[in-house]
């Protein structure tokens, strides 16, 4: 019997790992890191349920890190099986993973010092670059809508996700004597988000192993998240501050810039100037660039109305800053700078050495367009912390905290349910990757609408052959 087990992103939103074990493979959808804490710990605690020679493929939904990051590590503990993805997540993988691992290492030179001066033991690398560029290597790109026979009776085919670039929905069918069709949506974007296109729904399916991250919210319009953008920037100019943007470097740095950009030509970015202070983002913004043509078609109209082909041409008060030096240049700014700046979550990264020198002072405003993680800074000043410890330091916080929940690149709770309503063949739903709160919010809507409905448990096996669980529950209930 087919089954599915979710190692990771079961009951939170983080650590997207699921084991698909058939009669002829054993493949994973996703293998992506736990996000908190310092690149370091957090590796050492991560750890497999499963042998990692004993996996004939991975199918990768997309490039974002807490889906793909544990991927080097997989193939030093003994994975060299292909890796089914699109090929733009093919091109972001070359980046991502590369940067997550001269910052790791980095991180374990500096932590191994620090125990040689202590006379303790030293930590070993767990995964080296060499291991980056043997995932680059097994990385078999598959274009979209096209279905491909991959291991054993099994046939893959991706779906647009409109989550971020070449991010898919994985639809796997089988042709065994018991056949079943599943669908793995991956992140699901927001339906009007610039620059992606809508997410496709599936024809039909048996299982749904979806998403659920906002699915207790839904998020404010484009329109009123913009309005709202439009009013911090002119309060921070009243009060003569800056404005940090944490924004991760792959869509929602692109995402900002595209909003920037139409500000700059209505004329409300006057005596203001755009620092993208990320040489991660950097190098991800000229990728989409570089596929341009695959983004949403109204997008590019704005662009080229304006005579830009490239989002630095949209916004021409935008100034990379690579290297370190450019990015210490940006703290002589007393006001007028809008420092977009990674890590998203503020995990590690520049944002965290410009908050240091804002955090606490009140004319400074600090802007979150993302979901922030339990356990991160990010999610600790969206809450309203009044001191945070970062860098070895206690720092007041007296600037200014604002979300904006709009920029979301995850659909919201009734995109999710429309979604899900509109796959054929009354497929029983699985939810994952969502805190429990969201979880279990949108699985009562989702049984309302008829649907059977279950929240993954890690590691709980869950049968593809059968419409219910090993639990005898009725169809059309919602199992927690």
Same mark, same amino acid.
């Given at each position: 019997?087919?089954?599915?087990?979710?190692?990771?992103?079961?009951?939170?939103?983080?650590?997207?790992?699921?084991?698909?074990?058939?009669?002829?493979?054993?493949?994973?959808?996703?293998?992506?890191?736990?996000?908190?804490?310092?690149?370091?710990?957090?590796?050492?605690?991560?750890?497999?349920?499963?042998?990692?020679?004993?996996?004939?493929?991975?199918?990768?939904?997309?490039?974002?890190?807490?889906?793909?990051?544990?991927?080097?590590?997989?193939?030093?503990?003994?994975?060299?099986?292909?890796?089914?993805?699109?090929?733009?997540?093919?091109?972001?993988?070359?980046?991502?993973?590369?940067?997550?691992?001269?910052?790791?290492?980095?991180?374990?030179?500096?932590?191994?010092?620090?125990?040689?001066?202590?006379?303790?033991?030293?930590?070993?690398?767990?995964?080296?670059?060499?291991?980056?560029?043997?995932?680059?290597?097994?990385?078999?790109?598959?274009?979209?809508?096209?279905?491909?026979?991959?291991?054993?009776?099994?046939?893959?085919?991706?779906?647009?996700?409109?989550?971020?670039?070449?991010?898919?929905?994985?639809?796997?069918?089988?042709?065994?004597?018991?056949?079943?069709?599943?669908?793995?949506?991956?992140?699901?974007?927001?339906?009007?988000?610039?620059?992606?296109?809508?997410?496709?729904?599936?024809?039909?399916?048996?299982?749904?192993?979806?998403?659920?991250?906002?699915?207790?919210?839904?998020?404010?319009?484009?329109?009123?998240?913009?309005?709202?953008?439009?009013?911090?920037?002119?309060?921070?100019?009243?009060?003569?501050?800056?404005?940090?943007?944490?924004?991760?470097?792959?869509?929602?740095?692109?995402?900002?810039?595209?909003?920037?950009?139409?500000?700059?030509?209505?004329?409300?970015?006057?005596?203001?100037?755009?620092?993208?202070?990320?040489?991660?983002?950097?190098?991800?913004?000229?990728?989409?660039?570089?596929?341009?043509?695959?983004?949403?078609?109204?997008? *590019? +109209?704005?662009?080229? &109305?304006?005579?830009? @082909? #490239? %989002?630095?041409? =949209?916004?021409?008060?935008?100034?990379?800053?690579?290297?370190?030096?450019?990015?210490?240049?940006?703290?002589?700014?007393?006001?007028?700078?809008?420092?977009?700046?990674?890590?998203?979550?503020?995990?590690?990264?520049?944002?965290?050495?410009?908050?240091?020198?804002?955090?606490?002072?009140?004319?400074?405003?600090?802007?979150?367009?993302?979901?922030?993680?339990?356990?991160?800074?990010?999610?600790?000043?969206?809450?309203?912390?009044?001191?945070?410890?970062?860098?070895? *330091? +206690?720092?007041?916080? &007296?600037?200014?905290? @604002? #979300? %904006?929940?709009? =920029?979301?690149?995850?659909?919201?709770?009734?995109?999710?349910?429309?979604?899900?309503?509109?796959?054929?063949?009354?497929?029983?739903?699985?939810?994952?990757?969502?805190?429990?709160?969201?979880?279990?919010?949108?699985?009562?809507?989702?049984?309302?609408?008829?649907?059977?409905?279950?929240?993954?448990?890690?590691?709980?096996?869950?049968?593809?052959?059968?419409?219910?669980?090993?639990?005898?529950?009725?169809?059309?209930?919602?199992?927690?």
């Amino acid at each position: 019997m087919a089954t599915i087990t979710s190692l990771g992103a079961a009951r939170e939103v983080t650590g997207s790992c699921h084991l698909l074990e058939t009669g002829s493979a054993r493949l994973l959808l996703d293998c992506g890191m736990h996000q908190g804490g310092d690149s370091v710990s957090r590796l050492q605690k991560e750890r497999f349920d499963f042998r990692p020679r004993d996996i004939d493929a991975v199918v990768l939904s997309h490039a974002h890190l807490d889906h793909c990051g544990l991927l080097p590590l997989l193939v030093a503990e003994g994975f060299h099986g292909p890796i089914y993805c699109t090929e733009a997540t093919r091109n972001l993988l070359a980046i991502m993973l590369e940067d997550a691992a001269s910052l790791y290492l980095r991180d374990l030179e500096a932590a191994n010092t620090r125990r040689r001066r202590a006379g303790s033991r030293l930590i070993k690398p767990r995964y080296g670059m060499d291991d980056v560029l043997s995932v680059l290597k097994y990385c078999q790109p598959v274009p979209w809508h096209q279905a491909v026979a991959i291991e054993g009776d099994l046939t893959l085919r991706f779906l647009d996700a409109g989550h971020i670039l070449g991010s898919a929905i994985v639809t796997l069918n089988s042709g065994g004597a018991r056949p079943w069709r599943l669908v793995f949506s991956g992140d699901l974007g927001a339906s009007d988000r610039v620059l992606m296109r809508e997410p496709e729904v599936p024809d039909a399916a048996d299982l749904v192993l979806m998403e659920g991250t906002y699915g207790n919210r839904d998020h404010r319009s484009q329109d009123a998240t913009v309005a709202e953008l439009e009013d911090i920037i002119r309060q921070a100019s009243r009060d003569g501050g800056n404005i940090l943007m944490p924004a991760f470097a792959v869509g929602r740095t692109q995402e900002l810039l595209f909003h920037l950009g139409c500000l700059y030509h209505r004329g409300l970015l006057q005596n203001w100037h755009v620092f993208l202070d990320s040489p991660m983002a950097i190098e991800v913004t000229r990728l989409y660039d570089q596929w341009l043509d695959a983004l949403d078609h109204d997008d *590019q +109209r704005v662009m080229r &109305h304006f005579g830009a @082909h #490239t %989002l630095s041409q =949209f916004l021409p008060v935008l100034s990379p800053t690579p290297t370190v030096e450019d990015s210490m240049q940006i703290n002589r700014m007393e006001r007028g700078a809008i420092i977009i700046a990674g890590s998203g979550m503020c995990t590690g990264g520049r944002i965290r050495h410009h908050l240091k020198h804002r955090l606490w002072q009140a004319r400074n405003h600090i802007i979150f367009a993302g979901f922030q993680a339990r356990g991160t800074l990010g999610r600790q000043l969206v809450d309203g912390a009044k001191q945070v410890r970062m860098l070895g *330091q +206690r720092y007041a916080v &007296h600037a200014q905290i @604002h #979300t %904006l929940g709009g =920029f979301s690149a995850h659909a919201g709770r009734s995109e999710l349910l429309r979604w899900a309503g509109a796959i054929g063949g009354q497929p029983a739903l699985r939810l994952v990757h969502g805190e429990a709160e969201a979880l279990e919010s949108l699985a009562e809507g989702l049984t309302a609408q008829g649907h059977e409905v279950s929240i993954a448990a890690p590691g709980e096996p869950w049968p593809l052959n059968s419409t219910a669980p090993d639990s005898g529950a009725p169809p059309h209930s919602y199992q927690q």
